[in-house]
Structures are given as C-alpha cells and as structure tokens.
C-alpha cells in the first residue's frame, strides 16, 4: 500500500515539475480571403470568334490554426484551403468530377525547435504537410494576383506530406531546407494504385545573403514517376533565385529548369521545359504600392511554337489594416500564335482582375 501511494505521490511530483517548466500552449485561429472580379478577352488576329468571360468569385479562403509552447519546444500548424474556381475545382486529375467548394488540407505540421544538437545550430525538424521549398514557391507573397512561375505552370507542387531539416546559417548569412516528401503534391493521396510509386520526392533549397539587401537562392527536386517494375522516368527541377530590397524597391530574377524523362519523345520531345521570372515591386507610400511581373515559359525545348510570354501591371491598396485592395492587368501572350489548338491558337489572354485580400 505504502509503495503504491510513494509511487502516485512520485508520478504527481513529476507531473506538476513538467507542468511547472512548459507554459501554456498559445493558440490563434486567423485567416483571409481573397474576393475577386475578373473579367477574360480571349482573342487576336488568329481567334475566328474572340471570347470573353467575367467572374465574381471566392478563388481562396485559408482557415488558419497555429498551437505554440516555447516551453516545449514544438509549434503546429492547421490550414485549410479552400477554393472557388470558374467550372468547379478538379477533384481527381484525369479521373473527371468537380465541385464548386473544394476544400484540401493546405498545411497539416508540427516543428520540433528543441531536439538535441539541432537547436544549438538553430536548426528545427518539420513533420507532415508541409510548404515545398522551391525556387520563389514558398516565398511568394502574391504582391500581384499571379501564382509564382513553377506554380503557374505546375512544375512542383506548392505543399506536400513529408518531413524536412530546416536551419539558419550563422550571422545570418542564409537559410536552407532539405526535405523528404510522398511527391504527389497537397490534392492526391499518398498511395496511387496506378502508379505504384515506391520511391519519394527529394528536394533542397540553400539561401546565401552576402550582403545586406541581397540574397540567392538554388533549388532541387527530384522524384522518380515510374511504376513497379516499368522503365524508370525521372523527373527534375532545378531554380536559381537573386533578388533584393533596398529602401522602397524590390524585386528578383528566376532562371527554373524541368526535365521529365516521360514526356521525352525522341526527334520530337526533349521534356525539358525552361521559365524566366522577373518582379519589381515599389512602395510609394504606407498604403499604396506598384508592382510589375514578366515571365517567359517554354513548356519543352523541342517542341516548336509553344512559349507563352505573360505580362503583369498591378497596383495594390491598403484600404484598412485588414483589407487590401488589389488590382491587375495580366496578358498572357503566345509567341507563336495559330500553331496550336483552340485556345492555344488564339494570341492572347487579357485579364482584368479586382481582388479584395479580407485578413482576419
């Protein structure tokens, strides 16, 4: 009886010394929406019957959820996304269905900030869903309404389940990510009884600040999309990111490669696709900013005629401290227009979108 109650009496002690060393876990729900019009001119000299369409949509609402104890060491992060798109969000790629609210488990991780030696060299580990440290991916802020370049052209995903090492090089001279993911990206299951994908995706992003105000950056993924026992198909990417600030200027220039061995062709394909972004923001004043983007994207090296040059004009405003309103002249321009089909033969896409950014 004695050494049962000395026992409850230990584990209690050792209880309220744990409760005592950890503070209370701080928790914050927030989020924003985007609430956009945007109105499409399909047309040019090769469109036999120019097309228009115009929109009062929702594309992204984010539901946000973060846990801290810097006690314990650890931080969680829940977001939901959301989204609205003009035809209904996809659900399955190439399977059909869609739904006019799709809603996907954008970030679902936890950092662990105190595991032995990595939080001596301000290093942390993160489990689960998780950013893809990529090129200007997981860095873009969306300063114009636009999706950064490799997103736009859906050359990585912009999340995916895994785990990565993140660190901080010392005296701030960079940062750097190496991570592990399933490869399917944030939208599809792990498992695809199709595919039969054994291996994962490995990235790794390295960020050198030599001076104050300039930094660059070089990322690295590589996954396999072969099935069991087919030829391997080995698809990489590659981005080299220099950018800066100084006073109200900012901007960068990215150089991203992608070589997917499935899309090769011989004496047609090279399946290799190459993209220039460049960005230049201005802050005029506290509640005004200029922006102006121009990519260029070749979807594949060999293939003739398909390069699309895209053009963005932007001013943003910030009406209060939780709204800011954005507004976007986007034309995205085929360099060799009447070589494809339907709308790819047209020579231009003209957008004007208004977008309220509602944080919260």
Known sequence: ?????????????????????????????????????????????????????????????????????????????????????????????????????????????????????LGDIDALIRVGQQNVYFGSIDTWQ?????????????????????????????????????????????????????????????????????????????????????????VTANYDATAAVLGGASGPIEGFVEYLVSDAAKNYVAGSKSGVAVGVSGYIGVKITDAISLHLRMDSYNPDTRAKNDEVNTYIAGANLKLTDATVLQINYQLDANKYPGHGSGDNNLTNNNQFMTQLVWSW
């Open 142 to 230: 969306y300063p114009v309404i636009e999706k950064a370049l490799e997103d736009k052209n859906g050359v990585v995903s912009s999340a995916d389940q895994g785990i990565s090492l993140i660190g901080k090089i010392p005296a701030g001279f960079g940062a750097y990510e190496v991570a592990v993911y399933n490869g399917t990206g944030y939208k599809t299951t792990a498992y695809d009884a199709s595919q039969n994908i054994t291996d994962k995706a490995y990235d790794a992003s390295l960020l050198i600040t030599p001076l104050a105000g300039i930094y660059v950056r070089g990322s690295y993924l590589h996954k396999l999309t072969n099935g069991i026992g087919a």
């Open 1 to 117: 009886m004695k050494k049962g109650l000395s026992f409850v009496l230990v584990l209690a002690f050792a209880l309220s010394c744990v409760a005592a060393v950890s503070a209370e876990p701080v928790a914050k729900f927030y989020g924003y929406d985007w609430l956009r019009y945007d109105y499409q001119v399909y047309g040019g000299s090769y469109a036999v019957t120019p097309k228009s369409n115009n929109t009062f949509s929702i594309p992204r609402t984010y539901l946000r959820y973060k846990v801290a104890d810097d006690a314990a060491g650890y931080e969680g992060n829940l977001t939901i996304d959301i989204n609205n798109v003009n035809g209904g969000e996809v659900v399955v790629a190439g399977k059909g269905g869609s739904v006019d609210w799709a809603s996907w488990v954008k970030n679902a991780s936890v950092d662990f900030k105190k595991i032995p030696l």
